[in-house]
């Protein structure tokens, strides 16, 4: 009998395998797709569905992909040949929302964005905040520690979760974690899980670490500065005189021109570069006043607001960057994370790789952690060999400056190639074996992460 | 030629075998101590000292136990007839302070205290508070997950370590973890170390997330309960009004009995039970106020204070329980951590078990995150068979609420009988097997947390 079969005898209709189906479940955001049509796209909608699945799919030797709303930004859910699709977006559930105790549980296949809209009603948040929330599933967010435009104050994906529900290749359940703030029952294995990118098994349940919504005021400072370099060096300075803004991003005059051309916006100072900066808290006002004047003292021109409507508009630029970059070709969106006072050589870098290349790469940074997002335009849907070459470079200068390939994007299949220069063999060795604890046959997400012929 | 004779021709004098350090290596102040006596304590001095040492053991198939200062409360770090000593307390270097990044690098023998002392000249401070601190070193609170009175508002270890260099079983070294607020590549190995307690390898130095001190005043508030549930329950309300001090910690009659006793103090009101809260930060004289209130429509009678040194003494108060205890005989203190909203709760089971068990269990809490410790005081060096069985009828009843067997004291010796029920037989296997991955010959710490008969 055939994996299909199988699989609708489990699972009748939730077994979908319409050419659209599987065609869509060939690609994320990053632009890139795999080669082939995977078998099927299997909607689970319990813990027994992707249970039975993966039973299925281990007595098959089939492959798994698993996906939440394809958004991801490095290849790491898309499904080609052979392999069974796992989606959980019909997984959405809120389960339980416990303000006392400051947590929640829910479904993996939630969106970020609703799942707030429903803390909201009750006072509460839940921090990671990527670019991408409106559309972005939770389980996603989990699987790729998506970071966002709050870590510098409010952690990373991995200091908001407790726990997770994690079904394993087999078929077999486990409870990682715990409610409780602290635990350390051996080892930490929900942590092992975030950023995992599909490899270790699939996430079925997450309970979250929640935060009360900050009381105050949200006070918004934008900043022109003559040059991309000044900007990072004003971002910088902010941090080292020890001002915690919420938000602090950085667009460089390439990303500014193109958002203000989206928009209609009337056209920016050439060459000029912008900080969009927002205080948040019972000090929100302060230290608006307080980040207002580092930046004068650094060639910035600051502007602050304490109007949150005006707040929400000047972000919106910064948000509209990915539309923006779409419209003018393909997009290779980067994602190279740096210690906060390297930020300045890092644009050196990259300014450095622009004229080695004779390309343009407009870069916006979340200048508050020193994560950088280059984007690579071309044309057509391969990524030509020249713009891999350049983000060779730029990989090897984030490194070499103390810092990282990925900073919330993840490896996938885009830079898989890149891994072991960053761990060293014998921790790329030893990660690729722990997965193998989790996954001994090999079926989950195959080829991603740990697979190094690119 | 025998395991001895190697490690001095590799290390010479840095090779201690008198019997005073081999007897002191076998106990840490659990009150748990290993049986028979180790080989030889090695006194690393250099990250090569300990690849030397580990290169050796591996060849010999000989179980190395790492030590810090020996203040672990599970007796993780107890190392007995056989196995040598691989103590990192000399190797205490602070080796980078990077205000403008927010990290440290420090050498893993620091103690927590003194390296608080060196950051804070430079306004920084490394927020893991456990109550060891001024004797506990970092590398110890890495390896335990070691917790404290601040985890509620400013996190826990895994939150404050970006990355850890680790010597593996064989020798070799690996880096793991990165210098940037953000990172993704690859699995966290970093915050699998985070817990490890010396099960996966050597932990030799350590990229710390640091803050800045907190500016503005500290204020304290302290509330008498007629009794230790009233206040419990006070706490809850403070945590589910939304108000998020530094520290919150409870103590109940007989602890309050038993400090008071100790540092000749009038004797408490007999029954009455006692919150120590401080608020820190811009907003810390609002909150305070607030928390009054709370506490007051709480049957809580308090007492607001916003003089510093009155915060510092009415904090030792609670600072001297270790030593209350260790005063009145000898101390098995446990470490459940339950859900905030089920700190009352647990509170009943152990009046219950009290009860059942005829005994008094004096109890402190950071009843801010829901951490509890029961402390049992018998005579002799001997956990008698009674106090066990009145533990296990604790660690039952807190996983039964929601929590989990240790919050930040780690499993060690004393709690591995317990651990797969906490984890269940599936995760425990699968915890072990990573363990191997790390340690095929199982020489890392043999017999803690992963061996299940006590």
Same mark, same amino acid.
């Given at each position: ?218 006070? *918004?400072?934008?900043?022109?500065? %003559?040059?991309? #370099? !000044?900007? +990072?060096?004003?971002? /910088? &300075?902010?941090?080292? @005189? ?33 900080? *969009?900066?927002?205080?948040?808290? %019972?000090?929100? #006002? !302060?230290? +608006?006043?307080?980040? /207002? &004047?580092?930046?004068? @003292? ?43 006072? !390297? ?54 200068? !984030? ?56």
């Amino acid at each position: 009998m055939s994996v299909v079969s199988l699989l609708r005898d489990a699972l009748g209709a939730r077994v979908d395998v319409s050419e659209q189906a599987r065609r869509e479940a060939r690609a994320d955001r990053s632009g890139h797709a795999a080669v082939g049509l995977p078998l099927a796209v299997v909607h689970a909608e319990s813990v027994d569905d992707v249970q039975q699945t993966l039973r299925i799919a281990t007595a098959t030797r089939t492959p798994v992909v698993v996906r939440g709303a394809g958004t991801g930004l490095a290849g790491a859910a898309n499904a080609g040949e052979g392999e069974i699709v796992l989606s959980l977006r019909r997984m959405d559930a809120v389960l339980e929302v416990r303000p006392d105790d400051l947590l929640a549980v829910v479904e993996p296949g939630i969106l970020n964005a609703d799942l707030n809209a429903h803390l909201a009603a009750q006072g509460l948040w839940w921090p990671p905040d990527p670019a991408s929330r409106d559309i972005s599933t939770v389980g996603g967010n989990i699987a790729t520690g998506a970071g966002g435009l709050l870590c510098a104050k409010y952690g990373v994906v991995r200091d908001a979760v407790l726990g997770v529900d994690l079904v394993l290749a087999d078929g077999r359940l486990l409870h990682l974690g715990h409610r409780s703030v602290k635990g350390v029952t051996g080892l930490d294995l929900t942590a092992l899980v975030v950023g995992s990118e599909g490899t270790l098994g699939v996430v079925v349940g997450a309970t979250l670490k929640l935060r009360r919504l900050v009381p105050g005021e949200t006070c *918004t400072v934008t900043a022109t500065f %003559p040059g991309v #370099r !000044a900007a +990072a060096a004003g971002s /910088a &300075a902010v941090t080292a @005189a020890g001002i915690q803004p919420a938000i602090m991003e950085l667009m460089d005059a390439a990303s500014l021109a193109a958002v203000h051309a989206l928009l209609a916006l009337p056209a920016p100072t050439p060459g000029a570069a912008q900080l *969009t900066i927002q205080t948040d808290g %019972p000090a929100a #006002r !302060a230290e +608006a006043d307080a980040i /207002a &004047a580092i930046l004068s @003292a650094h060639e910035g021109v600051p502007v602050v607001s304490h109007d949150p409507v005006e707040g929400d508009r000047l972000l919106a630029i910064r948000r509209s960057m990915h539309a923006a970059m779409a419209s003018l070709g393909t997009t290779l969106i980067e994602d190279v994370s740096v210690p906060r006072s !390297a930020m300045p050589a890092m644009f050196d870098e990259i300014a450095r790789i622009e004229r080695q290349f004779d390309m343009v790469i407009p870069t916006v940074a979340h200048a508050g952690d020193g994560n950088l997002h280059p984007n690579f335009i071309f044309e057509g849907p391969e990524t030509p060999p020249q713009v891999w070459a350049a983000a060779d470079e730029l990989f090897r200068a !984030a490194i070499r400056l103390g810092g990282t390939l990925t900073g919330e994007h993840g490896i996938g299949v885009l830079k898989r190639r890149w891994l072991a220069d960053e761990l060293g063999d014998d921790q790329w060795r030893l990660q690729r074996d722990i997965a193998a604890v989790f996954d001994p046959l090999g079926i989950l997400n195959p080829g991603k992460v740990f697979s190094p012929d690119a």
